[in-house]
DNA sequence: TGTGGAGCCTGCAGCAACTATAGGGTCAAG
DNA sequence: CTTGACCCTATAGTTGCTGCAGGCTCCACA
């Protein structure tokens, strides 16, 4: 493939993505159909390469392909006000603060059950109460 | 239903899940199956209503259904040997911390970029800005 | 010129953990 | 004794991939 085309192998390299999963994007319209080779083989220019680094980056940082959609759609409308991009963003801070202090109360209780055991006493295991209305 | 005894319906909302899924969870042992009713309705006790809760917690948290088994056997064997307590504990402490770390990570990164939106226009908005490569 | 192997193609099956639907039975209030 | 909310089972669909089968394309090396 040429220098200004990328075949799906190099553009799978070059975002640490799985060819799978970017014949998987494809299909549910979250990154565009390239054009294809003589050959029938799918060549992507750099406009992909930076929409597919988006989606990455995005699915790392825990956002749904759904809340992706959206940002990509508000990313394209430039002149419109980001308060639509700050909600979808503070929703999704807020939901990974929840789970870090639940998280914290869980491994206190691990650490205690832990701390019983060491001490040669049987732990009275408190972990569902943990997490217990 | 007596108030001795829920309803299923009465338990999912109880632990904010849906009917279809405490069946689920029944179906694949998670969830003991509870008695019945003289019309087959399904009739929980308070046991049930903890043990759900914190099953769901546990999702919520990123526990896999597996994980979870463990916990609860970890929970509900608490006259087992010592050794086999810590082991146990210590490797949900583990992987707990490593959770943690990883959501704290993320949440900083989120961070970062909710605290650069300055309510502009989508042309200079920070989070798409940080999102792309 | 041809051949080997890496890489590409489509389509479909499967995974975890639900979620929804169809088609029916139960229960309590009015 | 009907009505509507609730329950039952069984089965199929969802999300976000991942892997496979069976076949085509490309290019370097002999």
């Not at 006000?81 to 206190?108: M, S």
């Amino acid at each position: 493939m040429s220098a200004q085309h990328l075949a799906i192998g190099d553009l799978a390299r070059g975002t640490a993505t799985q060819v799978g999963t970017i014949r998987y994007y494809e299909r549910i319209g979250l990154l565009p159909a390239p054009g294809r080779t003589a050959g029938n083989y799918r060549a992507y220019g750099p406009g992909h390469l930076s929409r597919l680094s988006f989606i990455r980056r995005s699915r790392d940082l825990g956002f749904s392909i759904e809340q992706i959609r959206a940002l990509l759609d508000l990313a394209d409308q430039r002149d419109r006000p980001c308060e639509a991009v700050d909600a979808i963003a503070r929703a999704h801070r807020d939901e990974v603060d929840r789970k870090i202090a639940d998280l914290r109360a869980l491994r206190g209780e691990l650490d205690g059950m832990i701390a019983g055991c060491h001490s040669g006493s049987i732990a009275e295991c408190r972990i569902i109460e943990t997490l217990s209305p």
